[in-house]
């Protein structure tokens, strides 16, 4: 059966074989040929037909090297089970298509087409970043151009906003000393320990439950906490009760991992970041208190106890708290603002005793100066 276009949903999409003088080049074809017209799809399929037929003259190696599509560069890249799941519907659109001939606009454009509900900053890590990284990828093994692609306006994410009736990077409310004690005092044992071991250290979630027992140097008062987004390892003094609370809490095999070796433990028994959320949510709900994520209450609240409500140098921070300094991050994610309206009135309440404290007036000689 020759390669034919068939409607599947919005896109057209093709099925068959390539032929050529009734002798068949390839093998059955099921494939997204990324068009929204049955005119593109059947530019496809002769663009496809042309490089078949290419490949069955010149060779595999040498059509492959005129013709490298965006699959081909996706099979070379490295990617973690997270970015395979974004990369597959990248893939059913741009995937066939010679990498030479994707654009950046092309890249931006599939935010829309692929999550037309989600924010423009889902579009950046779900489609831009994927994309970005398994093309430059492949640039440096030397098969295709490399390409840059930028992210989006300020204008383009409201306008996403007001397009789906929501607005997105809202403040988050971070964690604070009553929200962990109150936390703890209805939380499991597991749950506790990893809440006020975030909110101490500034790690992240998915650090935290990645820790094995060789990770801790309790002896010594230390976590080594592992490395992420770039950053190495680094290793941080704990809070003598969190020392004495992690020697108690007895190292666990994730449920559903192998018992048999070691090097599956893990120091609060998680087997990934989200494992821990049903039992947060229920802690949070019999103590009371408003929902915080472990992200807001541990990293967030960390930064803002930190910097905001105990006034600890920002190199102090980004030192413990594994952030870097360059364009402030810590101040510029992770401190938010706090009881504003009384801060600013009592600032200005100052400001106008000072200045009448100077000028030696008072507010009723001002007022009998002016009536007079």
């Not at 995937?95 to 092309?106: D, E, H, Q, Y």
């Not at 087997?271 to 009371?288: E, N």
């Not at 009135?345 to 100066?369: F, H, I, M, S, Y």
Request: hydrophobic share 35%; glycine share 8%.
């Amino acid at each position: 059966m020759p390669l034919e276009p068939y409607l599947r949903g919005s896109t057209w999409w093709a099925k068959g074989r390539i032929e050529s003088n009734g002798r068949a080049l390839t093998g059955y074809i099921r494939e997204s040929t990324s068009a929204s017209t049955e005119a593109g799809a059947r530019q496809w399929i002769a663009e496809r037909q042309a490089r078949e037929e290419r490949r069955a003259v010149l060779g595999h190696d040498e059509a492959d090297e005129r013709d490298f599509t965006f699959n081909d560069a996706v099979m070379l890249y490295p990617a973690t089970a997270g970015m395979a799941k974004y990369l597959i519907p990248i893939a059913e659109e741009l995937g066939n298509l010679p990498v030479k001939k994707i654009t950046p606009k092309m890249v931006r454009d599939l935010g829309a087409r692929i999550y037309p509900k989600n924010a423009v900053d889902s579009w950046r890590r779900w489609v831009i970043a994927p994309a970005r990284a398994v093309i430059n990828n492949a640039n440096a093994l030397g098969k295709c151009p490399p390409i840059r692609i930028t992210g989006f306006t300020k204008e383009e994410r409201v306008r996403q906003d007001k397009a789906r009736g929501k607005l997105s990077r809202q403040p988050k409310t971070p964690g604070d000393w009553p929200w962990i004690l109150a936390f703890r005092k209805h939380a499991s044992k597991r749950h506790g320990a990893l809440a006020l071991f975030m909110f101490t250290t500034g790690a992240r979630i998915g650090q935290a439950v990645a820790m094995h027992p060789d990770n801790l140097r309790l002896d010594d008062g230390k976590a080594i906490i592992p490395g992420a987004k770039g950053h190495e390892d680094r290793t941080v003094t704990l809070m003598p009760e969190l020392v004495e609370e992690l020697r108690a809490l007895k190292p666990k095999v994730p449920r559903g991992w192998d018992t048999r070796y070691k090097a599956n433990l893990r120091v609060f028994g998680f087997a990934a970041k989200d494992s821990p959320r049903s039992g947060w949510r229920t802690a949070c709900k019999r103590a009371g208190i408003p929902y915080l994520s472990p992200h807001a209450a541990g990293r967030h609240g960390f930064g803002q106890e930190m910097r905001v409500r105990q006034g600890v140098d920002s190199k102090s921070v980004e030192s413990v708290g594994g952030w870097s300094a360059k364009g402030g991050m810590v101040d510029k994610t992770y401190t938010h603002a706090e009881d504003s309206d009384a801060k600013i009135l009592a600032a200005l309440r100052t400001g106008r005793v000072q200045a009448e404290k100077k000028n030696r007036r008072k507010p009723a000689d001002n007022v009998e100066k002016r009536n007079g």
